[in-house]
C-alpha cells in the first residue's frame, strides 16, 4: 500500500506548523513542503528589532533551522522550490527549482503561501523603494539603509511604527506620511493623538492627511510631491501600506476566492476543494465577536490556523475558534495594545455600542516606576458583552489587553469582569487593577 503524500506550500508559520502537525499524526506518512525562498520557520515580527540593533543575531530570528525539519522529524522542505500551479483534476502541483520544471502528486495539499507587501501603484519600479517582508528582503534592505541618511516611510501601521524606532536608532532621520487624520487603525483620537505625541518627541516628522502623487529620482535623491502640494527630498522610501495575499495560484485553480482575495476557508480550514486546506496569511478568517469573514494576518493566528490546517488534513477535525484582532506593539518608550472591536466600528456592526476612557497606573502610585495607563473598553448595552479595548502605557499593555481578549473569548459581560480575581503586588499594579476600574465605570455607564 502507498503512503498518503502530503505537500504543503508555503514554509513559513503557517505552512511549517501544519507540516509538523501532518507528522504527528500521520507518522508513517510523505510530507513534503515546498518554499520558494530559502528559509522556513522563521520570525517576520523580529526584523524591525534587528534593524535597530536590539536583536543582534541575524540568525537568532530562523526558529528552527531547516535540518531540524529534515533529520528530526522526517519532513521533506525543498528551498527555493516555487510551485507555479495546482492541478486539482489530477491531484499535481507544477514547481519550479533550480531553474527546472518538475511535477509532484499529492494526495492532501495544504496551502500556506503567506502574503505580499502591498506598494501603491505610483510608486510600482520607482528605484530606492524598499518593502520588509521577509527574511528575503531583510539583508537587501539593511544594505541600502547603511547608504542613506534620510528615510520615508509611508504609512502609519504597526510595521511603520516598528521602522520608524528602528531607523531612529541608527541614527536616520525619519519621516511617516499617513493618508487618514490618524495613526494606528481602530484606535480612540484621544489614544491615537497620545501615540503621535510619543512619536514626535523621538524627532520622527509625521505628514498626515496626504499622499504621494509623484516621485522623480534626482542626483541619487527621490524628490516627493504630496498630495497637500508640499514637495520633499528623501534617500529611501518605505512603503508599509499592508499586505494582500498570496492567492493567484488557488485563484487559477478554481479555488473559491474570499474577503480581500484571500482564500476562503471554513472554520476547518477547508477550502472549497475537500483535499485542499488552506492557512495563514493566504487564508481568510472570521471575527469571533460578528461572526463575519475577515482578513487579519497576524502571526497568532497564522500558526493557530497552520496547526488546524494540518491537524485536519491528517484526519482530524480541530476548529479554528475565529480571531479577535489582538495587537501589541512598541512605540518608542510607549506600549499599545489593541482587541476586539472599538467604538465606531462595533457600531457599524450594529451593536448598541457604549464605551469608557479611564487612566489609572501601571503600579502602585508611590511605588517607584509608576506611569500612566488609559484604556478604553467598549461593550454592548443590550447584552452588557465586552466587545474590545484599548490600551495604552509605558508597562504593562500587553498583560492587560490579554486579560480583555480572554473576556472576549469566553464571552463575558462587564459584570463578569468585576468579578475577575486580578493579581496585585505594588510593584505590579495598583490595588484597584486598571482593568477593573475600567470595567467598573463603563459598567456604570450601561445602567
Not at 543575531?57 to 522550490?81: Q, T
Not at 483620537?189 to 509623484?214: F, R, W
Not at 497568532?300 to 485536519?312: F, H, L, M, Q, V
Request: proline letters at 3%.
Amino acid at each position: 500500500m502507498e503512503k498518503e503524500r502530503f505537500i504543503v506550500i508555503g514554509g513559513d508559520a503557517a505552512g511549517m506548523s501544519a507540516a509538523s502537525r501532518i507528522r504527528k499524526r500521520r507518522p508513517e506518512s510523505e510530507v513534503v513542503v515546498y518554499e520558494a525562498g530559502q528559509y522556513v520557520s522563521y520570525s517576520a515580527c523580529g526584523m524591525p528589532f534587528h534593524i535597530g540593533g536590539v536583536v543582534k543575531d541575524f540568525n537568532s530570528l530562523v526558529h528552527y533551522p531547516v535540518e531540524k525539519f529534515r533529520k528530526e522529524r522526517n519532513i521533506e522542505v525543498k528551498l527555493g522550490a516555487s510551485v507555479t500551479a495546482i492541478d486539482r483534476k489530477s491531484r499535481e502541483i507544477t514547481f519550479i527549482s533550480n531553474g527546472a520544471s518538475g511535477k509532484d502528486h499529492y494526495d492532501r495539499l495544504v496551502i500556506a503561501t503567506g502574503a505580499s507587501a502591498k506598494v501603491p501603484e505610483n510608486l510600482l519600479g520607482v528605484p530606492h523603494v524598499y518593502t520588509l517582508r521577509t527574511l528575503n528582503d531583510l539583508q537587501g534592505f539593511e544594505s541600502a539603509l547603511d547608504r542613506v541618511n534620510d528615510v520615508t516611510i509611508v504609512g502609519a501601521g504597526y510595521i511603520g511604527l516598528e521602522l520608524a524606532e528602528s531607523m531612529r536608532s541608527r541614527g536616520k532621520t525619519v519621516r511617516i506620511i499617513q493618508h487618514s487624520d490618524r495613526i494606528l487603525r481602530g484606535f480612540d483620537k484621544q489614544l491615537s493623538s497620545a501615540i503621535m505625541d510619543e512619536v514626535l518627541a523621538n524627532n520622527v516628522q509625521i505628514l498626515m492627511s496626504t499622499e504621494i502623487t509623484q516621485v522623480v529620482e534626482s542626483g541619487g535623491s527621490l524628490k516627493i510631491t504630496l498630495g497637500n502640494g508640499q514637495s520633499l527630498s528623501t534617500d529611501m522610501i518605505v512603503a508599509a501600506t499592508g499586505v494582500r495575499p498570496n492567492s493567484d495560484m488557488a485563484r487559477n485553480a478554481g479555488l473559491e476566492i474570499g474577503v480581500s482575495g484571500t482564500i476562503s476557508v471554513n472554520e476547518y480550514m477547508e477550502t472549497s476543494d475537500p483535499m485542499i486546506f488552506a492557512a495563514g496569511d493566504v487564508a481568510s478568517s472570521f471575527n469571533m465577536i460578528t461572526g463575519k469573514e475577515v482578513y487579519m494576518p497576524l502571526a497568532t493566528g497564522s500558526n493557530k490556523s497552520g496547526r488546524i490546517a494540518g491537524e485536519n488534513a491528517a484526519g482530524g477535525r480541530s476548529r479554528f475558534a475565529g480571531i479577535a484582532g489582538t495587537e501589541v506593539v512598541k512605540v518608542f518608550s510607549l506600549e499599545v495594545g489593541k482587541t476586539g472591536l472599538d467604538y465606531d466600528t462595533a457600531l457599524s456592526e450594529g451593536f448598541d455600542a457604549v464605551s469608557s476612557i479611564i487612566t489609572s497606573t501601571s503600579r502602585s502610585s508611590y511605588y517607584p516606576g509608576s506611569s500612566p495607563l488609559t484604556i478604553k473598553m467598549t461593550a454592548d448595552r443590550k447584552s452588557r458583552r465586552v466587545l474590545g479595548a484599548e490600551i495604552i502605557g509605558h508597562e504593562g499593555v500587553a498583560k492587560r489587553i490579554d486579560v480583555v481578549a480572554t473576556a472576549i473569548y469566553s464571552k463575558l459581560t462587564v459584570d463578569d469582569m468585576l468579578g475577575v480575581d486580578y493579581s496585585y503586588s505594588p510593584p505590579f499594579a495598583p490595588t484597584w487593577e486598571p482593568i477593573l476600574v475600567a470595567a467598573d465605570v463603563l459598567s456604570g455607564k450601561l445602567e
